[in-house]
């Protein structure tokens, strides 16, 4: 046994609107849940694609943003006190001898699980590679995807890459503080925020970074560090920026990745389960939401937090047979609404 492992009743691998919603629906149950997600926060594609959008088909709330969904499921949620592990993708996963089942995470968090729900989404969002020869040996020192620490960008030569939100407040932010700033994207619009691209541009016209229409071609190292990149510019010429370190935003791509390498039954990339307990060719292992597949499937939240629902009941079953299952409203069991914190009049 690992030094470090978790035993647990449940791993829920994507913290994903379905995800979360299976915590809720274990916690009714009384059964706990660690969730696992590649990404730094909760949410799956409604915070990571599209925060800021309507939804309006969610029962009984006409219209509710993607990340006001995500927020109140984690509100929804509280009472269960899940354990969240982010920013870890779970590589490893299967069934061991004693039926329980072992998952491993990329950063080594290791569990003991009696049941796991995949509720993967489309995959685990990766960020789009900056696509430029000789760039991975650089990747996470010199180039980076993401800022995990503002201050160690500071005094730094910088080059930024990309044109979304993400390009922009980082741009904003650093531009005061680093050595030199230079943003490169591909077009002349932006997709980030209007308000963000007209303070980048003023700092432009002030002098305090230079801003360049084109992309990444080559990279220039010396003495095995990176100290510059060479933009192919949109209107044909080159130019050899300096760069001790290259930050690129050009957003996610979903993988589905390991999920296809755990010996499960796939039918196009999806987790084939049946629509009585969501259960997928492994017994104890379940999918729900839109990892999942099965005659008439959508790919829809609310069809997720039925499935989790569901899956909630053949989990109980499957971890505990002999306990008599009985169904239960929140209205009116003491029980759930003890498990909820609530008490009703
Ligand atoms: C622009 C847009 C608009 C949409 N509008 C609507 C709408 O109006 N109504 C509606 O019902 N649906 C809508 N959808 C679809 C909806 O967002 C999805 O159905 C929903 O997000 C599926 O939820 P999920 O929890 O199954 O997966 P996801 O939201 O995809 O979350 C899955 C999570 O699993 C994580 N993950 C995957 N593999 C691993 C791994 N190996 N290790 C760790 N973590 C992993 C991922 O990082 C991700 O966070 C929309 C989608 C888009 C893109």
Redesign the pocket.
């Known amino acids: 046994m690992a030094a470090s492992e978790i035993t647990t009743e449940v791993v829920i691998?994507?913290?994903?609107?379905?995800?979360?919603f299976q915590v809720f629906e274990l916690g009714l149950l009384g059964i706990n849940a660690h969730i696992?997600?590649?990404?730094a926060s909760p949410?799956?594609?409604?915070t990571?694609?599209?925060p800021d959008?309507p939804?309006?088909?969610?029962p009984a709330l006409p219209v509710c943003g993607?990340q006001e969904l995500v927020d109140r499921l984690m509100q929804q949620i509280h009472p269960f006190h899940p354990q969240f592990h982010l920013g870890?993708?779970?590589?490893e996963l299967h069934r061991k001898e004693d039926g329980r089942f072992h998952v491993r995470?990329v950063t080594g968090t290791t569990f003991d699980a009696g049941a796991v729900v995949i509720?993967?989404?489309?995959?685990?969002?990766q960020p789009r590679r900056l696509g430029v020869e000789g760039a991975e040996a650089f990747e996470g020192n010199s180039i980076r995807y993401r800022v995990r620490e503002a201050s160690e960008m500071h005094g730094k030569h910088l080059v930024i890459f990309g044109g979304g939100d993400s390009a922009l407040d980082w741009t904003l932010e650093l531009a005061q503080k680093a050595a030199s700033l230079t943003l490169v994207h591909r077009r002349a619009e932006f997709r980030a925020a209007p308000a963000s691209v007209a303070k980048m541009k003023a700092l432009v016209d002030g002098g305090r970074m230079r801003l360049f229409e084109g992309m990444a071609q080559s990279l220039l190292i010396d003495k095995g560090r990176l100290c510059g990149i060479t933009v192919h510019e949109t209107r044909g010429s080159s130019v050899t920026l300096e760069a001790e370190c290259v930050l690129v935003f050009f957003g996610l791509h979903?993988k589905l990745?390991?999920?296809a390498e755990w010996g499960l039954e796939l039918e196009k990339k999806a987790l084939k389960v049946d629509t009585e307990k969501f259960q997928t060719s492994v017994p104890g292992i379940f999918a729900?939401?839109?990892?999942n597949t099965y005659p008439g499937k959508k790919?829809?939240?609310?069809s997720?937090f039925h499935e989790a629902a569901l899956a909630a009941f053949a989990i109980q079953h499957h971890l505990y047979p002999a306990k008599k299952q009985f169904l239960q409203y929140t209205t009116t069991s003491p029980v759930m609404q003890k498990r909820l914190g609530v008490t009703s009049p």
């Open positions: 691998i994507g913290a994903g609107p379905c995800g979360l696992v997600d590649s990404l949410g799956g594609q409604c990571e694609l599209y959008k939804i309006y088909d969610i993607a870890q993708e779970v590589m995470t509720a993967g989404g489309v995959g685990s969002f979903p990745g390991p999920i729900v939401g839109d990892i790919k829809l939240i609310l997720g």
